[in-house]
């Protein structure tokens, strides 16, 4: 995993044009929940996916699927345990983040 430092704007976004087109769908996706969030990145190459991350506490993480499917992952769960979802194909339908 390979994690942006704090201090990136949202237009310098890390990774490579498709890692980034994710991310900012992440992110948009975000903004609807929680339109002031300070969002953090996570790149995951070795699942062709990112992580959008709310950085406080009660916050979580959207994963996103280069396909552009998404699973949310509330602070409770750790990471690894919202992957193991992810890869086993569990998604969150895009229609609830309204």
Same mark, same amino acid.
């Given at each position: 995993m390979t994690e942006s430092p704090p201090e990136k704007a949202a237009d310098?976004?890390?990774?490579?044009?498709?890692?980034?087109? !994710?991310?900012?769908?992440?992110?948009?996706?975000?903004?609807?929940?929680?339109? &002031?969030? &300070?969002?953090? /990145? +996570?790149? !995951?190459?070795? &699942?062709?996916? +990112?992580? +959008? +991350? /709310?950085r406080v506490r009660g916050g979580g993480t959207i994963l996103v699927a280069a396909d552009r499917s998404v699973l949310f992952s509330g602070s409770a769960l750790d990471i690894s345990v919202a992957l193991i979802d992810f890869r086993a194909g569990r998604r969150t339908p895009v229609e609830r983040f309204r």
């Open positions: 310098a976004l890390p990774g490579d044009p498709e890692q980034r087109r !994710l991310l900012r769908f992440g992110e948009e996706l975000y903004r609807r929940i929680a339109p &002031d969030a &300070d969002l953090g /990145h +996570v790149l !995951l190459p070795e &699942d062709d996916a +990112v992580a +959008v +991350v /709310h």
